[in-house]
């Protein structure tokens, strides 16, 4: 059974007060865990792909999975720099991540490509959940870390898609 971890506030000058660190740590924690599981289920796809199309989608997913990973640094750097714990191993992001199991017996490109741009539209849609959330808690600076993300998401979708058309 994991252990539950309540989140530690360190103390800080920053002028954020501690109840909206804490909801926005909230936030960019469970932004943390599902980066992390969709870097890892894209290094998946990374690994295993086959057919024809082999070495242009390989090359595209290691180019996805590299995003995340630099985004996985970014979220929890974030999180310490608001006196936060973050929240970062593996298990804990495959405990806390909302996205869906990886299918592991995909192995064709357009399986690849189904089940990555399944995750991606529903991580591109938490990220612009969490734009908004933490710009109505009055962290600009964060909500500007989701934009980013976001258009890195939507960019990867719209990629993604694009291989699956007709």
């Known amino acids: ?73 970014d979220l929890a750097e974030r999180v310490t720099a608001l006196a936060g714990v973050a929240l970062g191993t593996l298990r804990t992001a495959a405990q806390a991540s909302d996205l869906p199991e990886y299918p592991l017996e995909a192995v064709t490109g357009k399986d690849h490509l189904i089940a990555l741009a399944d995750r991606y539209a529903q991580y591109a849609k938490f990220v612009r959940q969490a734009i908004d959330q933490t710009s109505a808690l009055g962290d600009a600076d964060t909500a500007d870390l989701f934009t980013g993300i976001s258009r890195t998401a939507d960019k990867r979708l719209w990629f993604l898609e694009a291989h699956l058309h007709g």
């Open 1 to 73: 059974m994991p252990t539950q971890v309540k989140p530690t506030l360190y103390p800080t000058r920053l002028d954020l007060s501690p109840e909206v660190r804490e909801q926005v740590i909230a936030i960019l924690n469970q932004a943390l865990a599902n980066t992390f599981d969709l870097y890892s289920q894209t290094k998946q796809a990374h690994w295993n792909v086959k057919g024809s199309d082999f070495y242009a989608l390989h090359e595209l997913f290691d180019a996805m999975s590299g995003e995340l990973l630099a985004y996985v640094d």
